[in-house]
Nanobody, 112 residues
Framework: QVQLVESGGGLVQPGGSLRLACVGSGFIFNQWDLRWYRQAPGKERDFIARISGNGRYADYADSMKGRFTISRDNTKNTIYLEINNLELDDTAVYFC?????WGQGTQVTVSS
């Protein structure tokens, strides 16, 4: 079955950077568009970015443009989300998504 496993979260100071990873299995990885979402405490899950199966196309939520970069390495069945200049409001659980399938998420906490 489809499995998605996120990693790379942690505690980061404001202004820092992180690169999150999501490894997929159980499906033909390079044929699926994949997405990143996040969910802050007490809030709804928000779309961040999407990347096409071949990695040539990416789009972002308007509010996420500039500090977030999505990428993928199909040789490793992995997508990435790089977040720069982290802000307190970036504190959330970050999830990757493939269709109706979700990973368990990785916690990002931004705190001084």
């Amino acid at each position: 079955q489809v499995q998605l496993v996120e990693s790379g979260g942690g505690l980061v100071q404001p202004g820092g950077s992180l690169r999150l990873a999501c490894v997929g299995s159980g499906f033909i990885f390079n044929q699926w568009d994949l997405r990143w979402y996040r969910q802050a405490p007490g809030k709804e899950r928000d779309f961040i970015a999407r990347i096409s199966g071949n990695g040539r196309y990416a789009d972002y939520a308007d509010s996420m443009k500039g500090r977030f970069t999505i990428s993928r390495d199909n040789t490793k069945n992995t997508i990435y989300l790089e977040i720069n200049n982290l802000e307190l409001d970036d504190t959330a659980v970050y999830f990757c998504n493939a269709g109706a399938n979700w990973g368990q998420g990785t916690q990002v906490t931004v705190s001084s």
